[in-house]
């Protein structure tokens, strides 16, 4: 796929494909870069459950990750992957269709 930035030089976008829940820090970085609610904050409980904060079960919350919420809103600007302090994330450019 072939994109350009404004003034047509060539751009190839970088989509958010995942998290690593092993190396995130829950900081929250990524989120207030990204203006189009592309992740998440989520908890893990002590079973290791992805929970939603602000549940019944925000006592057994071992760990606060970050959590991919809408992948199709990315814009692949790389935002978040500047100011990840965890260099918890994978990026991935655009596949064509039919490749």
């Known amino acids: ?9 060539d751009w190839v976008p970088d ?23 592309v992740m998440t904050l989520k908890g893990i409980n002590e079973e290791g459950d992805l929970v939603d904060l602000g549940s019944d079960e925000d006592d057994e919350i071992e760990k606060k990750i970050m959590v ?3 992948e199709g809103a990315c ?19 655009a596949v064509a269709e039919g490749a």
């Open 15 to 37: 989509y958010l494909a995942s998290i690593d829940p092993g190396k995130c820090i829950g900081c929250g970085r990524c989120f207030k870069v990204c203006g189009r609610k």
């Open 68 to 70: 991919i919420n809408d």
């Open 1 to 9: 796929m072939s994109f350009a930035t404004r003034d047509g030089r």
């Open 75 to 93: 814009i692949g600007c790389g935002a978040c992957a500047r100011v990840c302090p965890a260099n918890c994330q994978t990026h991935a450019p």
